[in-house]
């Protein structure tokens, strides 16, 4: 009996196309029609397979199937390395943003506004003075732990109760010094999720209740890039003109420049 060359075993990788050049090569029908044995039709098949052309056609295709593999790999990397760096940004722009909220709230230092009188007279203390100033201390260290209490979530990843979280506290507590903040945050929460509708809703609340907040420019920001998202190019384009125009030299601008030379190159 005829040895098999083993050659057609190392070509399943390819086995569609082989399927192919069997269908094409072998005819349905008896094996004596065409004069051959199905032997010597097979032993036929194995020199066309184990020819050079199906050879190099074989080599080509593996190294197409390793480069795929290494971008893939590749791709996985880069992803993962701008989860990371995007991660450590919102860590980092959380802390400022806690500490600058914390100078802003801490009491000035006596003496420090200004030549008060070194004895001054004091005044008569108002009926419960004493009691209203400590509710109102009481009051205010709630308001700070609970919108610290919804940033650490918002830091932990848990974006579903940190969302939650702003959203009770500007319920709770609508006119605070954070109020602007934690709409912002909101919309930071909702938008890192691509929950793209609430998340234009706190931004844009951003910029129409809170004209004079720091966080404006990059609410702004955030519409052009959630109008990008949703395909809204004319709107995105606009937007981002007008962080432009507005913030000229902020990081905001620079951002929004950036997104509008990408808008170019898609042809948007």
Same mark, same amino acid.
């Given at each position: 009996?005829?040895?098999?060359?083993?050659?057609?075993?190392?070509?399943?990788?390819?086995?569609?196309?082989?399927?192919?050049?069997?269908?094409?090569?072998?005819?349905?029908?008896?094996?004596?029609?065409?004069?051959?044995?199905?032997?010597?039709?097979?032993?036929?098949?194995?020199?066309?397979?184990?020819?050079?052309?199906?050879?190099?056609?074989?080599?080509?295709?593996?190294? !197409?199937?390793?480069?795929?593999?290494?971008?893939?790999?590749?791709?996985?990397?880069?992803?993962? &390395?701008?989860?990371?760096?995007?991660?450590?940004?919102?860590?980092?722009?959380?802390?400022?943003?806690?500490?600058?909220?914390?100078?802003?709230?801490?009491?000035?230092?006596?003496?420090?506004?200004?030549?008060?009188?070194?004895?001054?007279?004091?005044?008569?203390?108002?009926?419960?003075?004493?009691?209203?100033?400590?509710?109102? #201390?009481? #009051?205010?260290?709630?308001?700070?732990?609970? *919108?610290?209490?919804?940033?650490?979530?918002?830091?932990?990843?848990?974006?579903?109760?940190?969302?939650? @979280?702003?959203?009770?506290?500007?319920?709770?507590? %609508?006119?605070?010094?954070?109020?602007?903040?934690?709409? *912002?945050? !909101?919309?930071?929460? &909702?938008?890192?999720?691509?929950?793209?509708? %609430?998340?234009?809703? #706190?931004?844009?609340?951003?910029?129409?209740?809170?004209?004079?907040?720091?966080?404006?420019?990059?609410?702004?920001?955030?519409?052009? *890039?959630?109008?990008?998202?949703?395909?809204?190019?004319?709107?995105?384009?606009?937007?981002?003109?007008?962080?432009?125009?507005? *913030?000229?030299?902020?990081?905001?601008?620079?951002? @929004?420049?950036?997104?509008?030379?990408?808008?170019?190159?898609?042809?948007?």
């Amino acid at each position: 009996m005829t040895h098999r060359s083993p050659g057609i075993r190392g070509l399943r990788l390819v086995g569609p196309m082989l399927v192919v050049v069997v269908a094409a090569l072998v005819p349905v029908g008896s094996a004596s029609s065409a004069g051959l044995s199905l032997e010597q039709r097979v032993e036929r098949l194995e020199r066309i397979v184990n020819g050079p052309g199906m050879v190099d056609m074989l080599g080509q295709i593996q190294a !197409l199937q390793q480069q795929i593999q290494q971008l893939t790999g590749r791709q996985d990397e880069l992803q993962h &390395n701008l989860d990371n760096l995007q991660r450590h940004q919102r860590d980092l722009y959380l802390d400022i943003d806690q500490r600058l909220r914390r100078l802003e709230l801490k009491p000035t230092a006596p003496g420090s506004a200004g030549a008060a009188p070194s004895s001054p007279i004091p005044a008569a203390p108002s009926p419960g003075g004493a009691g209203a100033a400590a509710g109102t #201390a009481t #009051a205010t260290l709630q308001v700070q732990s609970d *919108y610290e209490s919804a940033l650490g979530l918002l830091r932990a990843g848990k974006y579903p109760q940190a969302a939650q @979280a702003f959203r009770a506290f500007l319920k709770a507590h %609508p006119d605070s010094a954070y109020a602007d903040n934690a709409e *912002y945050w !909101l919309g930071e929460t &909702n938008y890192v999720t691509r929950n793209f509708g %609430p998340a234009l809703q #706190a931004f844009q609340a951003v910029v129409r209740h809170y004209s004079r907040s720091p966080k404006v420019p990059d609410s702004l920001l955030k519409i052009g *890039y959630i109008q990008y998202e949703q395909k809204h190019w004319k709107a995105a384009r606009k937007t981002l003109t007008e962080v432009i125009a507005r *913030y000229p030299n902020s990081a905001a601008a620079r951002l @929004a420049e950036q997104r509008r030379q990408r808008m170019k190159v898609e042809g948007h």
